[in-house]
């Protein structure tokens, strides 16, 4: 299993963390919360899939996707009393999702012979959409539209890829430089409380 | 015409009067209660035929589909100040097109070749997505987060099918017997007001 | 560059400069402002694209799309003092656009061979979907459920488009007639507040 591997997993975690999360913040039942960390970890994938053309979707066709979700979701439930630990530790998780997941998308639209800034949307995507399907329908303001600049260290991401990527450097630090910095970012914007000019949204929830 | 077809037509006949309605509840011009009843109709194949690129989508290759739709839409509009009366039948009539939409779900899903718990979730989707869909533009809580274990009884209905369907029995009879197991679970669970553990939602709306 | 080819820059400009708007009147952040800008420009192309196959979808292949899109955004957000005086203006463009997507649709439907109902749903979905996608994110009523006879302008282009077109006229002449068609509806219905029959919706925010 190579590293990239190792980093999609935490990813598909991550994500399916958070929406278990956001389900019991809401108190939706049992099945919601296992629909809400399905889709938060598999909606940026499928929308980047349906994008291009790629069906059956990646998660029909590759079934250990799911028992994972299920798996982690399972977690998230008994574990819940011990949110507000979570919390912290998800965030970065959370980071760390919308970093590989940024990657696989630029990768994809590279492999998919679309123009770089093509392939850099493509990217962002499905890193964001996951959280942005997870938050429509908790009937929350999209994360990607709040104060935490997601969005935009994804791409700033996305471009760091494809500047290493035409680098030809070895595939792994194009993965490691881009997930870093991507996580980086979003740990200086909410420490620094730095945000985008202009302007700004009430809603001020954290990510979950 | 084979029974499957007639239940079909039952399950788009259902969901078309389940979305008129919603939408005359929400005060929606004749334009909008149109919209939400096609969406409601259609809103499940279509995302089970994108997720696997069965493209042009069905409706679009059907045609009678948009006339049965539209011809329904005008006898809900018709027969409204009925609603009192049709809201019994209607969930009965909702919940048959659940049943439908997540047999032609789940068997599109094994034509794909998809693996067994893949079709399920498929099932699940084109059975309850036009529901979902249908309530998320009429801005209320989707369906399958309410109390009354509506995909919870999709999946249920769905691994009952992949079980008959492995044990080779008449196609009939594995369509029959799914359709009627999740009737008979979505009846039980709203007579007996059985729900979901651990978390509860405020909104108690019904289906409409 | 074909008379076509203008309109289809116009439209994605009005839709453009419609989304910019819409997210600095909900106040979001510089990104913010881009995203909405962007799924309003080419989101009904893009479901469009979805539900016949052609994929990757159109903004994907044509690059030109998002430089015009981010070039449109920052003018918006430079001009943003200047709204008053857009808004009337932009009516104006957000209805061309409106006009030139529905055309762009029902060809689209025609050339993959559909019926003319079909095509003619598919004119709507492209023309109406970046304004309801628009409307769903920013958390407003879709533009669609609203009082101004928008989709309808839509459909009533694409039947006149539908007419024409089997005429064999000279496609411009199809073109400008099925744009001017929906432009005169939509302006008549607003100046003389039309509306359709039997339901109202209690919001009354003009399209931005």
Not at 27 to 40: E, K, N, P, S, W
Not at 91 to 108: C, H, P, Q, R, S
Not at 134 to 156: G, H, M, Q, W
Not at 159 to 186: E, G, H, K, P
């Amino acid at each position: 299993m190579t590293f990239f591997d190792v980093l999609d997993i935490l990813g598909t975690v991550a994500f399916a963390i958070s929406g278990a999360l956001s389900a019991m913040n809401r108190r939706f039942d049992l099945f919601g919360i296992f629909i809400i960390a399905f889709v938060t970890a598999i909606g940026g994938g499928t929308i980047r899939d349906i994008l291009i053309g790629n069906t059956p979707v990646s998660w029909m066709q590759n079934i250990t996707t799911m028992y994972l979700i299920s798996g982690i979701t399972i977690f998230s439930i008994i574990f819940r009393n011990k949110l507000d630990y979570l919390k912290g530790s998800l965030f970065l998780f959370d980071t760390i999702g919308l970093g590989i997941f940024t990657i696989t998308g630029v990768e994809t639209g590279i492999n998919a012979g679309l123009e770089p800034i093509v392939s850099i949307a493509l990217g962002a995507t499905t890193g964001c959409f996951g959280g942005v399907i997870r938050d429509i329908l908790c009937n929350e303001i999209p994360v990607i539209f709040r104060k935490e600049i997601y969005a935009t260290a994804s791409i700033a991401g996305g471009i760091c890829f494809m500047v290493l990527y035409s680098l030809d450097l070895d595939q792994n630090i194009t993965y490691i430089s881009t997930a870093l910095l991507i996580i980086i970012i979003r740990l200086l914007v909410v420490k620094y409380r730095v945000s985008l000019p202009l302007f700004t949204i009430a809603d001020r929830n954290t990510i979950e």
